[in-house]
């Protein structure tokens, strides 16, 4: 009986690893696809008050262009001299020079929070004037100026251009995306700083990227239920205002402590985008659609236009005559109409969509006439 007993113990230890190890190797299998419920973090839906970049512009001269310059333009002249009188280069006033290896620019750029003098951000180049291309230039020495009209950066640098303009002398020319932009990583340093000022405000305020009266009470709950009760309190449908004690170094260390608290951010409102230059449409899951029947035809008109010759008689009076003859054809596709049902979703209007096979433009104008109809609850936003 004990060899007996042994055994069947020894099978049971090896049945259970066996199950543990098919087991194990289910949850490796399934778990790539497997979606995990996580809430957002409230940095995901907004910033402290603050803590947001600022725009700098400059003007400058962008030389080493290869005959594709501004040629004649006045102010590019006029900024060259400037530039030259810097370096102790004097031009005699009569003269007018022309610069066809250098382009009036403009340099934008974006000034982070709490960036410190001696770091370095990306700039943009645009060219003001007649230059055809930038490309293989060298932006010079160029102040980027705030707001306010203080100096905040210094740019200098080579240029890099992704786009590419050739001409030819009998006057063809290949243009590959835009020869008259470019960009320069790093290419300016910081030379002042902002003060974010949330150190010496009497409480810190958090906004939310956009306003929604559920998502800004669910950020002021979190908040108190992560600091305590009161410490967070609703000031609008965009902010919330948070007591913390003063201090540059409590509120940033407290600062980052909210920021990665987690927060269920309610479903977005209903909403329709329609790209009429790209023929883009967008349509967020919200989208709800009452019932409604619809149909869509289209009318294609089409004009051909024919030249006849008409020729006078041998030894007539008459002239030889151009006499255009034109055929004007109209055409009305047939399409079937559709029913939707009450709240119909996203997936019901692509498949009634697809079913009839309608274009984007099509299905453009379906959306507009939805929500002329007072079918469609959504905001319907036309870019």
């Given at each position: 009986m004990d060899i007996f007993s042994s055994e069947r113990s020894l099978i049971g230890k090896l049945f259970?690893?066996?199950?543990?190890?098919?087991f194990l190797s289910?949850?490796?299998?399934?778990?790539?696809?497997?979606?995990?419920?996580?809430?957002?973090?409230?940095?995901?839906?907004?910033?402290?008050?603050?803590?947001?970049?600022?725009?700098?512009?400059?003007?400058?001269?962008?030389?080493?262009?290869?005959?594709t310059g501004d040629s004649s333009l006045q102010y590019t002249i006029a900024a060259m001299t400037a530039l030259s009188a810097r370096f102790g280069l004097s031009m005699p006033s009569n003269v007018s020079p022309t610069l066809q290896d250098a382009a009036a620019v403009i340099i934008t750029a974006d000034l982070p929070p709490f960036a410190k003098p001696g770091q370095t951000i990306d700039i943009t180049v645009s060219a003001l004037g007649r230059a055809r291309s930038i490309r293989g230039g060298a932006l010079m020495i160029t102040p980027l100026y705030g707001a306010d009209g203080q100096i905040y950066a210094m740019a200098q640098g080579n240029l890099e251009?992704?786009?590419?303009?050739?001409?030819?002398?009998d006057g063809s020319n290949l243009t590959v995306n835009i020869p008259t932009a470019g960009r320069i990583p790093s290419g300016a340093t910081v030379e002042r700083s902002v003060d974010p000022g949330f150190a010496s405000a009497p409480y810190l305020q958090f906004n939310l990227s956009e306003a929604d009266l559920t998502n800004v009470q669910r950020?002021?709950?979190?908040?108190n239920n992560a600091?305590?009760?009161?410490?967070?309190?609703?000031?609008?449908?965009?902010?919330?205002?948070?007591?913390?004690?003063?201090?540059?170094?409590?509120?940033?260390?407290?600062?980052?402590?909210?920021?990665?608290?987690?927060?269920?951010?309610?479903?977005?409102?209903?909403?329709?985008?329609i790209n009429a230059r790209t023929?883009?449409?967008?349509?967020?899951?919200?989208?709800?659609?009452?019932?409604?029947?619809?149909?869509?035809?289209?009318?294609?008109?089409?004009?051909?236009?024919?030249?006849?010759?008409?020729q006078p008689n041998a030894f007539g009076q008459g002239q030889t005559a151009v006499t255009p003859n034109s055929t004007i054809t109209a055409e009305q596709t047939r399409s079937?109409?559709?029913?939707?049902?009450?709240?119909?979703?996203?997936?019901?209007?692509?498949?009634a969509v697809n079913a009839?096979?309608?274009?984007p433009g099509d299905l453009a104008a379906i959306l507009e006439g939805l929500k002329q109809a007072g079918a469609m609850n959504a905001d319907l936003i036309i870019l």
């Open positions: 259970h690893r066996t199950m543990l190890g098919l289910f949850i490796a299998l399934v778990m790539p696809f497997m979606t995990v419920a996580k809430a957002d973090r409230i940095k995901d839906l907004g910033y402290f008050q603050g803590m947001r970049s600022n725009q700098l512009t400059g003007y400058g001269i962008v030389t080493g262009l290869a005959g251009v992704g786009g590419l303009g050739i001409s030819g002398r950020v002021a709950t979190a908040i600091l305590g009760p009161g410490r967070a309190h609703v000031l609008d449908g965009v902010s919330v205002a948070i007591t913390a004690p003063e201090g540059a170094e409590v509120r940033t260390v407290l600062m980052g402590e909210i920021e990665n608290l987690p927060v269920d951010r309610t479903d977005a409102r209903a909403r329709v985008t023929g883009t449409i967008v349509i967020n899951g919200a989208v709800r659609i009452s019932p409604a029947a619809i149909t869509h035809g289209r009318l294609t008109v089409r004009v051909d236009e024919n030249y006849g010759v008409s079937p109409m559709f029913h939707l049902q009450n709240g119909a979703n996203l997936t019901d209007i692509v498949k009839i096979g309608a274009t």
